[in-house]
């Protein structure tokens, strides 16, 4: 998934593109950096893009996305770290999902038939879809039966140990030690296939997927202004760093100016005002129904 070029609409943002030539248009003769070539300076600009996404000037999507047939999502190309997973209420506000790690996503290996006791090297590490009783099984549907069978199972066992609240007709809390914090749906993180495990009922269909995107995928990256110099500091540094004829203290001098320049960029771009903080102190003093 590749972003728009948003660099026309706004002025908070240049392009890689732009960073490059400026930083070229700025190099003389005598610089330790003078040579070097157009794509390694691409490189290391893709590489502290990637590195400040992580930390200073992090890229936040939120995506609609399905839910397949088989409970999962696939999580897009450009996924870094999951923010938060859940579905649109009917008043705008998205309705968190708890994350479940309990969900099983295990995957059974097929053995090869052809050698007794050897696996097939040729052999993927794929679900068994044949089951004895009904014969052929789709492999996303195998699963969804198994965890459907467990809660139902679940369910059964213990409605000898649920307490009925005659006033309100049961419904919450009632089971000790089975958890609380009441959310529509929950899900785990499946990385090892690339996509999100959901349990949410069949009703759901779409869920919003809030997420930290790595900016350096995107076909035409973008730059926040607040860590342009920073970036350029990261170029410099970088190409020091791996060049023998660039004395130790020039070096030292670059990283040094390009950790100020971090510094700086983080600072202005997490700036958190006088009012933020009363909003913070005064949170603890409203007055709510306990619950």
Do not use: W
Not at 111 to 132: H, L
């Amino acid at each position: 998934m590749a972003y728009e070029d948003i660099s026309q609409n706004g002025m908070n943002y240049i392009t890689l593109r732009q960073l490059i030539n400026d930083y070229i248009i700025t190099l003389d003769g005598d610089d330790y950096t003078a040579n070097a070539s157009d794509s390694a300076i691409r490189n290391f600009a893709l590489r502290g893009i990637r590195e400040f996404g992580f930390d200073v000037t992090s890229r936040v999507k939120s995506l609609k996305l399905d839910v397949h047939s088989n409970g999962t999502v696939i999580l897009p190309d450009d996924y870094v770290d999951l923010i938060k997973v859940g579905i649109i209420g009917s008043d705008g506000i998205v309705r968190v999902f708890n994350q479940n790690k309990n969900i099983n996503y295990s995957r059974q290996i097929l053995q090869d038939s052809t050698a007794e006791g050897v696996d097939s090297p040729d052999v993927d590490d794929t679900i068994s879809t044949t089951d004895s009783a009904s014969g052929p099984l789709d492999i996303d549907s195998n699963l969804i039966l198994d965890r459907d069978n467990a809660k139902s199972a679940t369910s059964s066992n213990n409605d000898s140990y649920v307490f009925e609240n005659f006033m309100f007709q049961g419904g919450l809390g009632r089971l000790y030690g089975s958890g609380g914090a009441k959310a529509p749906g929950s899900y785990r993180v499946n990385l090892d296939q690339n996509r999100l495990e959901i349990d949410a009922g069949n009703s759901t269909s779409e869920i919003v997927l809030e997420y930290i995107a790595d900016e350096a995928r995107s076909t035409n990256p973008v730059i926040h202004i607040y860590a342009e110099e920073a970036i350029r500091s990261y170029i410099y540094y970088k190409l020091c760093e791996r060049k023998s004829t660039v004395p130790g203290g020039e070096k030292s001098r670059a990283r040094a100016e390009y950790y100020n320049e971090r510094r700086k960029a983080k600072a202005r771009l997490g700036n958190f005002t006088k009012n933020e903080a009363l909003k913070v102190l005064r949170k603890n003093f409203m007055q709510a129904p306990k619950y």
